[in-house]
């Protein structure tokens, strides 16, 4: 499916630069095929930092997350800690 986005803005440098960070977080986190809820709060509070979430970051958490976890390429700790 094509996703449209009429109204989006390019990206600034600062914005490629806050996306690279974020893909190299993530990919720190699971690199082991397993994500805590730790890590997963981790990458959460660094998308918030800026004070917007961009398509691009929740396109990137997708595809290096949420895919691989469907696929069972990568486990999720899903159990809240006591």
Known sequence: MKIEKPNQQPLTPEDLE????????IEQCISDGYLSQDQMKMIKDFIKADGKVTTE??????????????????????????
């Open 18 to 25: 806050n996306l690279d960070k974020l893909k190299a977080l």
């Open 57 to 82: 970051e929740l396109e990137l958490c997708q595809k290096l997350i949420w895919d691989k976890i469907q696929s069972g390429e990568l486990q999720y700790d899903w159990t809240p800690k006591q």
